[in-house]
C-alpha cells in the first residue's frame, strides 16, 4: 500500500445529513465508514495513529498497546483501510499506518450543520 489518497478519497465529499437525505449509495458507504469506527479496538487504533508522533505509526507500536494478537490488529487495520481511513506504507519488515485526512474531514463535515439556520432549528 501506498501512502497516497486512496481511491474515492476526493468524490467522496458526502453532503451534511440535515442538508437533505442522502442518497442509497452514500448511505451504504457512510455506514460502512461508521461500522469500521463502531469497534472500540478500530476507534482506538485510529487514535493511537493519529496522535501518534508525525501522524505515522508503525504496525509494531500498535500491537503493543492491545492485549490481542496480531492476527486480530491486522484484521482490525484492514477493516480501516477498507474503509479508507487509513493508509499503510511497507517499510522493510514492517508497515506504516497514517490516517487519511481528507477522510475524516469528510466525515466530520457529514456530522455539521452547515447553517445557522439549522442550528437554530
Not at 490481542?68 to 514492517?94: D, F, M, N, Y
Not at 466525515?107 to 447553517?115: C, G, N, Q, R, V
Request: charged content about 20%; hydrophobic content about 40%.
Amino acid at each position: 500500500m501506498s501512502n497516497k489518497e486512496p481511491p474515492g478519497v476526493a468524490s467522496s465529499c458526502w453532503s451534511p445529513l440535515v442538508g437533505q437525505p442522502i442518497s442509497p449509495e452514500h448511505a451504504s458507504e457512510i455506514s460502512r465508514v461508521f461500522k469500521a469506527l463502531g469497534d472500540p479496538v478500530r476507534l482506538r487504533l485510529l487514535s493511537l495513529i493519529a496522535s501518534h508522533a508525525g501522524g505515522e505509526a508503525c504496525v509494531c507500536d500498535l500491537t503493543e498497546v492491545f492485549d490481542l494478537s496480531g492476527p486480530t490488529i491486522s484484521h482490525h487495520l484492514k477493516v480501516l483501510r477498507e474503509a479508507e481511513l487509513i493508509t499503510g506504507e511497507r517499510r522493510g519488515t514492517w508497515i506504516h499506518y497514517r490516517v487519511v485526512p481528507q477522510r475524516l474531514a469528510s466525515l466530520a463535515d457529514l456530522l455539521i450543520p452547515t447553517t445557522a439556520e439549522t442550528v437554530a432549528s
